[in-house]
């Protein structure tokens, strides 16, 4: 499953980031609730983990946010902000569970697994994205295209499925080295061309066509039809 983690905390997030990557989740961490809004709305999410207290947006608003632009995601707050009328107010924002600050590990990845049963999104289907012929395993790292298995390294294989998941929008580069390298600002490294020209080699060079096309001056878009 994809997660997008709002959390600032900079000794608990990469904790908790960690321990869902483990669990074999992929993860977008963001510490910025105008971040988190702006990612939540340009990608699609199985399940939202949201911080109340934190810079730019706070998490309350953020939900409410994307609640009103029609974003269904599931999402479940992890906050400090323990009383009942915290939990009620969260609950009313929009948000599906709550779960309060200090917590057990075991208990926030139970909600999530009940969170996306909720959806009637059976788990082991959510790890696999497909896209015309080419379909890429979330917890195995695989990629296969017309059956035929595709050896991807680690980047390559960010590389595609963030443009899997883009549903048609184009790519920038800004926005390729943030989601892959985690790179906010390198005006001079060809590391996103250099990647894409290698992914290309793997599934379009071997069968005759193209999947990820240019757009002068704009970026990339990912185009299985």
Not at 14 to 19: D, N, S
Not at 50 to 76: C, E, F, N
Request: aromatic share 6%; with cysteine; hydrophobic share 40%.
């Amino acid at each position: 499953m994809r997660l997008l983690v709002l959390e600032d905390d900079k000794t608990l997030a990469p904790w908790i980031e960690r321990g869902l990557r483990e669990a074999g989740h992929v993860v977008d961490l963001v510490a910025d609730g105008k971040d988190a809004l702006i990612a939540a709305t340009t990608q699609d999410y199985d399940v939202l983990v949201l911080d109340r207290m934190v810079p730019g947006l706070d998490g309350l608003s953020v939900l409410k946010s994307l609640r009103q632009a029609k974003v269904t995601a599931p999402a479940i707050f992890l906050t400090a902000l323990g009383e009942v009328e915290d939990r009620v107010e969260g609950l009313q924002a929009g948000g599906d569970d709550y779960l309060v600050k200090p917590f057990a590990f075991s208990e926030l990845l139970a909600r999530i697994d009940v969170l996306v049963r909720r959806q009637g999104v059976p788990q082991e289907q959510s790890a696999q994205l497909v896209a015309g012929d080419i379909t890429i395993d979330l917890h195995k790292r695989s990629c296969t295209r017309r059956g035929q298995d595709i050896d991807l390294n680690p980047k390559e294989f960010q590389l595609l499925e963030v443009f899997m998941r883009s549903n048609g929008r184009v790519q920038t580069r800004t926005m390729l080295l943030e989601r892959v390298w985690d790179m906010h600002f390198d005006p001079t490294t060809s590391v996103v061309e250099t990647h894409i020209s290698r992914l290309r080699g793997k599934i379009e060079k071997p069968f005759g066509d193209k999947l990820i096309r240019s757009i002068r001056g704009a970026g990339y878009v990912f185009d299985p039809a």
